[in-house]
């Protein structure tokens, strides 16, 4: 019942309301929905120019297609695809981190990557590249390497690198139901578990946005108890916690079902995560923080070099200890 009146409240308001929601994400700025806590003023706040929303999910998951469907719905583009999915061939699998201005505006308050689509075989690799584009941040163009994946990484030098202020994930809604429903592998949804619940992927204490695709090819009930059950088995709300959008196909043609409630969906998706994004700025670094964050990397340094020499001295002494141990050992007598 929840699921139902859920989507009878998108219904209600998508009419009128989608279009209220486009304009404040188009005069959107980064900090516009920040409010004072903490007793600190805002211009006090570390609060980057542009918010930036990654878009994570396993291989297939449909994330180009949501660029795509941004693209449509929130730049007005029409059904152009921006951004090459993973049916428009059989081999391809976006291997670069790709920025997309979703808004075609160049006073855009925020941006979404798309990235390359994790391996579930190879997980503990794709969870250390995830923990890596959200400590040290991204750029246009960056190469996803999972293991020993060789890729150039030269033509994103001289792009900005972006802190990651919102992490999405991205979910095929069908892998679910092939799994929970028709007896499939359950290491999909493993890997999707152990994805969401990722510490390095938070920003805050808040959950990440779970967006369900490709929930069009299911029969309406096959959906409603795919989606209460990735909820259920995740342990978020399955009203506030997930949206459930549909996609354009590999064609860039949006299936005969969407409608302004699907579309009202993925706007009040990106207005939620922007709200959320200002949520998470910290305050800037006062000059006694930067000088203990450079005295702490100084003693760190310190501590690798005594440690490095202490082992060298160490395997030097045992060298030589050895052939001085040989000549005190008594010699047998006949």
């Known amino acids: 019942m929840k699921v139902v009146r859920e989507m009878e409240r998108l219904c209600l308001i998508s009419e ?123 750029r246009h163009n960056q190469p996803c390497r999972f293991g020993g994946d060789g890729v150039d990484g030269s033509c994103s030098s001289g792009f900005v690198r972006r802190r990651v202020n919102y992490a999405v994930v991205v979910v095929d809604l069908t892998d679910v139901f092939k799994a929970f429903f028709c007896g499939g592998d359950l290491k999909q949804v493993e890997a999707i578990k152990s994805l969401f619940h990722f510490p390095s992927l938070r920003t805050s204490n808040i959950d990440p946005i779970l967006i369900l695709t490709h929930g069009d090819m299911l029969q309406p009930m096959e959906r409603l108890l795919s989606r209460i059950k990735i909820c259920s088995y995740l342990g978020i709300p399955v009203t506030t916690g997930a949206y459930d959008i549909v996609c354009p196909t590999d064609q860039c043609i949006l299936p005969e079902e969407s409608d302004p409630v699907s579309f009202f ?70």
């Not at 009128?16 to 600190?40: E, N």
């Not at 003023?41 to 795509?68: A, H, Q, R, Y």
């Not at 006062?286 to 203990?292: P, V």
Request: aromatic share 8%; net charge positive; hydrophobic share 40%.
């Open 16 to 138: 009128h309301g989608a279009d209220d929601l486009k304009h404040k994400l188009m005069v959107y700025k980064s900090g516009d929905f920040w409010i004072p806590i903490g007793g600190i003023k805002k211009e006090d706040m570390d609060i980057p120019p542009v918010i930036t929303v990654l878009l994570v999910g396993l291989s297939g998951s449909g994330k180009s297609s949501l660029i795509n469907l941004m693209y449509s719905v929130l730049g007005r583009s029409g059904l152009i695809p921006f951004s090459q999915t993973s049916g428009d061939s059989s081999t391809y699998s976006t291997m670069i981190l790709e920025e997309h201005n979703v808004l075609r505006s160049t006073r855009n308050g925020f941006c979404v990557y798309d990235s390359r689509g994790l391996d579930c075989n190879r997980m503990e690799d794709c969870l250390a590249e995830v923990t890596r584009w959200m400590t040290n941040g991204v």
């Open 265 to 334: 969906a993925l706007t009040e998706a990106v207005y939620r995560i922007l709200l959320q994004s200002d949520r998470t700025h910290l305050p800037k670094k006062t000059i006694k923080d930067r000088i203990i964050d450079f005295l702490t990397r100084v003693v760190s340094l310190l501590a690798y070099f005594f440690a490095a020499i202490s082992r060298i001295l160490q395997k030097w002494s045992d060298q030589h200890r050895m052939p001085d141990l040989m000549t005190t050992l008594p010699k047998k007598t006949c």
